[in-house]
């Protein structure tokens, strides 16, 4: 499922549902959305487990900006977004982020 987003008539912000379907989460039992907005702290965003064993996560961002952005599942295994609408390389050289523009 791709990302969902919701642009607010009425206030600067989109509303961005994250989701991660059970064959991507490969049976992970947690799952926390890392990125520029949350200052890519592994704590402040964790996702909801789905009854169908997948993950989502609705939050507010900025619009008219773009966000960097990955999965952590189990605190260890990061991916990415397959249906991101970009993706960067990192600073670091061996993996790649996922990027969304609001």
């Known amino acids: 499922m791709p990302i969902k987003k919701q642009f607010l008539k009425t ?3 989109c509303k961005v549902t994250f989701h991660i379907s ?3 989460c490969q049976g992970a039992l947690t799952a926390h959305v890392i990125g520029d907005f949350n200052d ?3 704590d402040s965003a964790p996702m909801k487990r789905l009854k169908r064993g997948g993950f989502s996560l609705t939050l507010d961002l900025e619009k008219n900006r773009q966000y960097q952005f990955r999965y ?3 605190g ?3 991916t990415n ?4 609408d ?3 390389p990192t600073p670091y050289g061996d ?4 990027v969304i523009i609001v």
């Open 76 to 78: 260890s295994q990061w």
């Open 72 to 74: 952590l599942l189990d």
């Open 11 to 13: 206030k600067p912000i």
């Open 81 to 84: 977004e397959s249906q991101a």
């Open 22 to 24: 059970e064959q991507e």
């Open 40 to 42: 890519w702290s592994t």
């Open 95 to 98: 993996c790649v982020n996922s």
């Open 86 to 88: 970009d993706d960067t």
